[in-house]
């Protein structure tokens, strides 16, 4: 009996680490972008003859994402990207034929909520193959770690570096960031190639 019940408590387990990062909703048009703007003089643009494609979010860009509970929204900004981080002491290092590869997020909470979370256990990375790896835990040497216990007043943000052991002949695409452990409904994705 102890043992089905074990059985059991652990296949729920691997059940609910399985749904994480797969919301209802996908969003890659950021609610702001990083990108400078325009000067005054060429502010006015040419009239389109065709509706565009929404701009794919990047590096730099704010994308507003919205948690399970009401009053719980984040605006994630992708801040920084790099395809081959280097470990952050001398005793981390990646696993053989794999890389570390390292996403800086800002995450300011712009509900009405406390934003209580482990971030990293929200992102995922894809390659161009369509293989998706989580978060690791690691230390880079682009800076401090996000933490693993953020706990944001409204109007108060975190920043900090996400991990990802990815193998080295992977060409990563897109990284993706839900809230509530990757349980939200709605999930940002910013292109970082």
């Not at 797969?22 to 005054?40: L, N, Q, R, V």
């Not at 996400?162 to 409904?185: C, H, M, R, W, Y």
Request: charged share 20%.
């Amino acid at each position: 009996m102890r043992r089905t019940t074990i059985a059991a408590l652990v296949t729920a387990g691997l059940l609910l680490t399985a749904t994480a990062c797969t919301g209802d909703e996908i969003t890659s048009t950021p609610s702001k972008t990083g990108a400078a703007e325009a000067p005054a003089e060429q502010v006015e643009a040419e009239p389109e003859a065709e509706p565009t494609k929404a701009a794919a979010a990047k590096v730099g860009d704010t994308i507003a994402l919205k948690g399970t509970d009401d009053g719980l929204k984040v605006d994630a900004v992708l801040k920084k990207w790099d395809a081959n981080a280097k470990p952050g002491d001398e005793y981390t290092e990646a696993a053989a034929g794999k890389r570390f590869v390292a996403a800086q997020f800002e995450l300011t909470n712009t509900g009405t909520a406390p934003y209580s979370d482990s971030p990293a256990n929200g992102a995922q990375v894809a390659d161009t193959d369509g293989q998706r790896f989580s978060s690791t835990f690691a230390e880079v040497a682009n800076g401090p770690a996000m933490t693993s216990d953020a706990n944001v007043p409204p109007g108060e943000k975190v920043l900090g570096w996400i991990v990802f052991e990815v193998p080295k002949a992977s060409k990563i695409v897109t990284i993706q960031l839900a809230l509530d452990s990757g349980f939200a409904n709605q999930t940002g994705q910013w292109k970082v190639s």
